[in-house]
């Protein structure tokens, strides 16, 4: 693939071209309040517009909009606007804007938006210039926002969120498993046990929000299933999928309980820090908000990798950050060099995300293992250190493939979450779910080819 390469120079300098269009933007979809910030005047600095979601780590927000976006607003003359959404409501409001035609200049996405492809910039400029500068993006990164059928990079990843499991050391101590899970099938005989002594359950969702979506897909994956192949064909009906899915059938009836089938993004943080969980899988935020809150609590609870299947051990990323820039940006030059300022800034967005974001260009952060290890705040001692290690176990949406806008609209049906759910209910055998999940998913390809 040959990409152009345009240094940041080259950016900014476009992008100052752009600005008399950048200063005259205004908030264009009905319905909405303004951003925040007073709206620029014919004249005045360009504009660039960011939408991204409100981190689960506050002190992230405050870095962002209070120091690095303002620093870099006034080192190259333009005035920076910011907003926030909560997770849960980014893929709405991306629609909005993609089907307005309209937005911001640069918009956050938590997962990888390949149905936006004919929406969006090819961000390969950017990605060269980086790559440049930093080496390549990780593996990871580049299945998450490349379509390799058409070479476009149709968004842009400087961090991802690795998803790991979070247990109850005291609880799984007394259980027999000192080093809590390291098996699924650990999780249902310890989780079992666990559950018929002191009623504490073990947490994974079976609803329709991204935390059961990334913990379910893990599951199907570390027993070999998956919702397509590498060259993407639908594999979803298959004995491995079965296989997941009587699994599931069991840890739900022997070590959960119903409330599993309503949660929201937060519940199984909620039942972890109430201290009624054993087990889930999760982002270091339940972690860190026990840090804060209940330093007690904190010590309790141990981080370990994702739990192994028959077939392998494998975790889908909690969040993979990928900004877009929409064809219908005001300043898009503008965008793309801060893109790439951003990836510069590394070092700063995993110490201020508090290790929750890890750079998808490893080199901006050489010492992030020796960081991860020796966190004073983490007790036991060492216990992020496992984190290292993510890209080992990390998945993209649509593994063992690239993200597709076909594997994006499966995440969004939320369609691997009801297979799950249907058959921990107890609705339809596990093979009845496996094949009405895969003709569904057959559909939906069908349409995307």
């Known amino acids: 693939m040959h990409v152009k390469r345009l240094s940041r120079r080259a950016l900014l300098k476009a992008a100052g071209a752009a600005g008399v269009a950048a200063a005259a933007s205004s908030w264009p979809l009905a319905g909405c309040a303004a951003p925040s910030g007073k709206p620029a005047d014919s004249g005045s600095r360009p504009r660039l517009t960011i939408l991204q979601w409100s981190h689960f780590v506050p002190r992230y927000d405050r870095w962002f909009d209070g120091e690095f976006t303002k620093a870099w607003g006034e080192r190259h003359g333009v005035d920076v606007v910011v907003d926030h959404m909560s997770a849960a409501e980014i893929n709405a409001r991306g629609a909005g804007e993609a089907v307005a035609g309209q937005g911001h200049d640069l918009f956050l996405f938590i997962s990888p938006p390949a149905a936006y492809e004919d929406q969006v910039l090819d961000l390969a400029d950017v990605v060269a210039a980086v790559e440049k500068k930093h080496g390549p993006a990780v593996s990871l990164a580049q299945r998450s926002n490349r379509n390799p059928r058409t070479g476009k990079w149709f968004a842009f990843s400087d961090s991802y969120v690795p998803d790991p499991g979070n247990y109850r050391i005291d609880l799984w101590a007394d259980a027999g498993f000192p080093k809590g899970p390291d098996s699924w099938e650990d999780l249902r005989v310890g989780g079992r046990v666990i559950k018929s002594r002191t009623g504490s359950p073990v947490g994974i969702g079976l609803s329709q929000e991204v935390d059961s979506n990334m913990t379910l897909r893990a599951l199907l994956w570390s027993f070999g299933g998956a919702e397509q192949d590498e060259r993407g064909r639908v594999v979803l009906d298959s004995p491995a999928t079965v296989e997941a899915l009587k699994f599931m059938r069991a840890l739900y009836l022997e070590a959960m309980t119903p409330e599993v089938f309503t949660w929201d993004p937060s519940s199984n943080n909620r039942l972890m820090l109430s201290g009624r969980g054993s ?128 594997a994006d609209q499966v995440f969004n049906a939320f369609l691997i979450p009801l297979m799950f759910a249907r058959t921990a209910r107890g609705d339809v055998s596990p093979q009845e779910a496996a094949r009405d999940a895969d003709r569904e998913a057959k559909r939906i390809f069908e349409r995307r080819a």
């Not at 219908?328 to 790439?340: C, E, G, H, I, T």
Request: aromatic share 8%; glycine share 6%.
């Open 279 to 406: 087990f889930i899988q999760n982002a270091i935020s339940v972690t860190r908000a026990a840090e804060k809150d209940d330093p007690q609590m904190a010590r309790r609870i141990g981080i370990s990798r994702p739990l192994a299947g028959p077939v392998r051990r494998m975790a889908s990323a909690h969040l993979m950050n990928c900004w877009v820039i929409w064809k219908s940006a005001r300043n898009p030059q503008a965008a793309k060099a801060f893109l790439a300022d951003l990836i510069d800034a590394s070092a700063s967005v995993f110490r201020e995300s508090e290790l929750y974001n890890m750079p998808c260009f490893p080199t901006t952060v050489p010492d992030a293992a020796k960081v991860l290890a020796e966190d004073p705040n983490g007790e036991p001692r060492g216990k992020y250190a496992v984190l290292a290690g993510a890209l080992d176990w990390t998945g993209n949406i649509g593994y063992p493939g690239f993200a597709s806008a076909a």
